[in-house]
């Protein structure tokens, strides 16, 4: 149990809709990074969040975005959705971005889109 | 997107056996990490090496940071049941000023009673 929890569990979109994932961070913890899973892959680096502001970004196209608020909890929003968004989305959670290695994961949120 | 090359891909031992597995990058890292990830489950750190060189253990599980900073490596002693799942390595990379974690492809593991 890590303490990052994140919702829903599972997920079934189709092409074209607009979906929002949520991510409450450990206590303490003022860092989000989410990760995209594809099936039979390591994780993927979406976005790093650190108090509210965006802290770097992996090679995802803008319709991938997302918020972090003042409690530290985070959303990814992904818009016009694709067959390929089709994943696992995790969350880690980290005391301060440089504390990465100490960052723990959520349990993930398994997107489909048919 | 960038990813570290695992080998082997995929393995079946006998409960009781040692298992080995590596991972290689073209890239220089200077923090490498361990997780196993079990289904439906987020990635669990198992082993952080910070040093060229570096040889860490954790129970059964040791791990080796490579002295060109381009692999590493793990060894499980004594497999157990327990022990199936899926080991990806990671680099900790910061060459864009923003700390993450450059994921293998993984090593999925399956223990035979």
């Known amino acids: 149990e890590t303490g990052v929890t994140q919702s829903p569990t599972h997920l079934i979109k189709t092409r074209g809709q607009q979906v929002t994932l949520r991510c409450s961070s450990q206590?303490?913890?003022?860092?989000v990074s989410w990760y995209q899973q594809a099936l039979g892959q390591g994780p993927q680096f979406i976005f790093q969040y650190y108090r509210e502001e965006e802290n770097g970004r992996g090679n995802f196209p803008p319709r991938f975005s997302g918020l972090q608020f003042p409690n530290y909890s985070s959303e990814l929003n992904v818009n016009a959705l694709e067959l390929d968004d089709s994943a696992l989305y995790l969350c880690?959670?980290?005391?301060?971005?440089?504390?990465?290695?100490?960052?723990?994961f959520g349990q993930g949120t398994r997107l489909t889109v048919v | 997107g960038q990813q570290l090359n695992q080998s082997p891909q995929s393995m079946f031992i006998q409960e009781g056996e040692d298992v080995s597995m590596n991972c290689t990058s073209s890239?220089?890292?200077?923090?490498w990490l361990w997780y196993k990830q079990d289904p439906g489950e987020g990635p669990v750190l198992l082993i952080a090496l910070y040093k060229a060189g570096e040889l860490t253990s954790n129970g059964r599980l040791t791990a080796q940071f490579g002295i060109t900073r381009k692999d590493s490596f793990l060894n499980i002693s004594a497999s157990i049941p327990s022990d199936v799942g899926i080991y990806f390595c990671?680099?900790?990379?910061?060459?864009?000023?923003?700390?993450?974690?450059?994921f293998g492809t993984g090593t999925r593991l399956k223990v035979l009673a």
């Open positions: 990671a680099g900790l990379d910061s060459t864009s000023g923003t700390y993450k974690y450059i």
């Open positions: 880690a959670s980290s005391r301060g971005t440089a504390a990465v290695v100490e960052a723990f």
């Open positions: 890239s220089i890292f200077n923090t």
């Open positions: 206590s303490g913890h003022n860092t």
